[in-house]
């Protein structure tokens, strides 16, 4: 660990990624740039938490970005991967009829206006 160059915040020697939290408050700490930023996560659950003004009580160690239970960049889509998939008109029309029929059968349709 060094001083940031504005003195502010300790600068860990470190890569990008989710790191154990070094002041021990939270399960992982985000590092960027080898700082220290407020996205904390504890569990499945991501916060915003400014690191304290105290010094760092734990050394970081790096989380692998493929432990069990943690989404992965394998798992994320880009918006523009829909463009390269093939929709079959028909295929779809029948899914949605039998969703509505499910709807209807299963009574979960509620009409916009119910009688009185």
């Known amino acids: 660990m060094t ?8 600068r860990f020697d470190l890569d990008e990624g989710w790191y154990t939290d070094p002041w021990g408050h ?3 700490r985000w590092i960027s740039l080898g700082k220290a930023t407020d996205l904390v996560r504890d569990g ?15 050394t970081p160690t790096l989380i692998p970005s493929e ?4 989404v992965g960049a394998g798992d ?3 918006a523009d991967d829909a463009e390269d998939e ?5 295929e779809l029309r029948e899914d949605l009829v039998d969703a509505a ?3 209807v059968i299963g009574n979960i349709y509620v009409p916009r206006h119910p009688a009185p």
Do not use: C, M, W, Y
């Open 3 to 10: 001083p940031d160059e504005d003195g502010a915040r300790p």
């Open 26 to 28: 939270h399960e992982a």
């Open 44 to 58: 499945d659950v991501e916060a915003h938490d400014p690191p304290p003004d105290t010094p760092p009580s734990v």
């Open 67 to 70: 432990a069990p239970g943690q």
């Open 76 to 78: 994320l889509k880009r």
């Open 86 to 90: 093939f929709i079959n008109p028909k």
């Open 101 to 103: 029929e499910e709807a």
